[in-house]
């Protein structure tokens, strides 16, 4: 899977996916762009994530497409969540608030972005044991692994910066 950052206007944000109701696996849920290796196609897991985006979301500035790093995973609680291998890699797709983005309506009900800075609140988070986060601030609860590896971003890249969070009336989109 892809975490694609972007901005919106110049705020940095998470680009998330809102899956399509028909699909047999997990309709209507948040995710993140990805999918299955394509074995005559792929020659890594970067070019699979960065084809199933492009495939997933229409407008996007592909060449553009910056990838800054893979995300380490707990291959046991990655399965425990979904069964199957999963590497999440880290791209910057830009400023996004001039892109007219078209999901892909066979995989994609809607695109949505989520401020980083109410990502990093951590009010915002839901924890129980033995389940994957949820966050709440968005227009629609993420969870399970997209939860997962939302946090594993927080905790290990962002938890190495000093991040000051603005005040919490800033909104793009509408959003908080």
Not at 106 to 117: H, I, N, Q, Y
Not at 152 to 175: C, H, I, S, W
């Amino acid at each position: 899977v892809v975490l694609p950052l972007c901005d919106v206007n110049g705020v940095p944000c998470v680009l998330f996916e809102k899956r399509s109701r028909h699909l047999r696996a997990h309709p209507d849920e948040v995710c993140l762009p990805g999918g299955m290796v394509s074995v005559g196609d792929d020659k890594s897991i970067v070019s699979t994530c960065l084809r199933e985006m492009g495939e997933e979301i229409g407008g996007l500035d592909m060449a553009n497409v910056v990838v800054l790093g893979v995300l380490r995973c707990n291959w046991g609680e990655v399965h425990h969540l979904v069964g199957v291998a999963v590497t999440p890699v880290v791209c910057y797709i830009g400023e996004i608030s001039d892109l007219s983005l078209t999901p892909n309506p066979d995989e994609v009900a809607e695109v949505f972005t989520v401020p980083l800075s109410s990502i990093l609140n951590r009010e915002r988070w839901v924890h129980r044991e033995g389940y994957a986060p949820i966050f709440t601030g968005g227009p629609h609860l993420v969870w399970g692994l997209t939860g997962y590896i939302v946090e594993r971003f927080l905790k290990d890249v962002m938890a190495g910066y000093n991040v000051e969070l603005p005040p919490d009336d800033l909104t793009v989109d509408g959003q908080e």
